[in-house]
């Protein structure tokens, strides 16, 4: 009797222990490399960790492709319609990676509004020799005013945190919900309005032909010149330049960016001489506990479409 072949699966890898335990060798693995060159071998699934470029030409070169799984919710990486066209459904791993991530927008408000990076850098230099009530005064987060662009799993969950913290919130989708919890008295705003009455604008919508650059000169200079920007969603959606400039200027008063564009940011960028900016290295879902679960889901879905089944998540 002849041993049926392992599904290929062609990874973007170092792949964690945790999704390589979890494929538990019912895959043969391949290379990123055979995604660029193709191969003549039949490949039937494509596991996106990173977030390295899918699109149509990629998926052409592997023949019998069945699934895409992604490895995170966001995909402005692979090209949908592409695998649309071509009937290849993509997973990814919505809403296990919620709390997470709106954690990390509120850990980017509060270090930015009160200073904690700098504040800890002075605590740890020899300059610090005594407590002087007049240094490093920040910006209050309690009471003060939210803009969310993008209201949708995770600014829920941004929404959420916000509200105990007493905030007004103003968001801003291209259509207005009419699902909110009503005790967060969330307004559906214009984004200019939102720009100009935000003390926090927050960015949680995915990077699109549509978002991409949506934050440039034009709508930093519509907000406050006491404003904080934090940006969560994707590093394109803000114009890197312009916040560079807009920082520099003093015309916001601090950026809090978890996402940057490009990323990494190159070693000797402006942005990363500037006091007025907090640089996590896309970090939102980055706990133990969530990058589990997406290990969980992102194999599911890899397994489910290897075996012509529908894929728990879609995009
Ligand atoms: P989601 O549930 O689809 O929510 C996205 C929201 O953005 C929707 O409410 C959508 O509403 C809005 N939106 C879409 N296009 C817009 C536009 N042109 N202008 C204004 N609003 C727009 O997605 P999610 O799960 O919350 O994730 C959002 C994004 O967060 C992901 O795509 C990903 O890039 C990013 N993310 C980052 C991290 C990280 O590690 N930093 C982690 C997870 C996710 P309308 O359709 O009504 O406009």
Known sequence: MTEQRKPRVVADTPLADTV?????????????DVALEGCDDPVDGLYTYGHLEVDGSVMDRLSGLKVISNFGVGVDHINVQDARDRGIPVGNTPNVLNGATADMALTLMLASGRRLVEGDCYARSAEFTYYD?????????????????GMGRIGLEVARRCAAFNMNILYYNRRERTDLPPELNATYTSFDDLLTESDYVVLVCPLTDETRGLIGAEQLSKMKQTAILINIARGGVVDTDALTNALKNCEIYHAGLDVTEPEPLPRGHELLSLSNVTIAPHLGSATEQTRF???????ENLMLGLAGEPLRTTV
């Open 20 to 32: 390589l335990e979890l494929m538990d060798n019912r895959v043969e693995l391949l290379p990123w």
């Open 293 to 299: 679960k997406m290990a969980e889901l992102s194999v």
């Open 133 to 149: 009530p007049g240094y490093m005064l920040g910006r209050e987060i309690h009471s003060e005013t939210v803009g969310i662009v």
